[in-house]
């Protein structure tokens, strides 16, 4: 079993920057794939963006690309979702999740076994 806590939410304004960090509380974090999904009221949870157990295959969706950028340290057991250029629109209570079958693109929630509680992103206009 694998906890996850998100941590570095908060209130910015519109064009500001936050950075996101996911723990994990195993060692073998490093051999499990990770994603970043948001969930906003009323709304489906969203996958953001997601990246290989080593940090060298990422993928994005593409309201992410150019603006955020998902990156892990395995030695500190966490992985980073670096957002610039945030937009109203990017309110939401941001996820991390861990999971470990290479046979799904990782893009869905049902590709991952653990997630974490989340994070709350508000950008204000």
């Known amino acids: 079993q694998v906890q996850l806590v998100e941590s570095g939410g908060g209130l910015v304004q519109a064009g500001g920057s936050l950075r996101l960090s996911c723990t994990a509380s195993e060692r073998t974090f490093s051999t499990y794939r990770v994603g970043w999904f948001r969930q906003a009221p009323g709304k489906e949870r969203e996958f953001v963006a997601r990246i290989s157990s080593s940090g060298g295959v990422t993928l994005y969706k593409e309201f992410a690309k150019g603006r955020f950028t998902i990156s892990r340290d395995n030695a500190k057991n966490t992985v980073f979702l670096q957002m610039n250029s945030l937009k109203p629109e990017d309110t939401a209570v941001y996820h991390c999740?861990?999971?470990?079958?290479?046979?799904?693109?990782?893009?869905?929630?049902?590709?991952?076994?653990?997630w974490g509680q989340g994070t709350q992103v508000t950008v204000s206009s």
């Open positions: 999740a861990a999971g470990f079958n290479m046979r799904v693109a990782g893009a869905a929630p049902s590709d991952y076994a653990f």
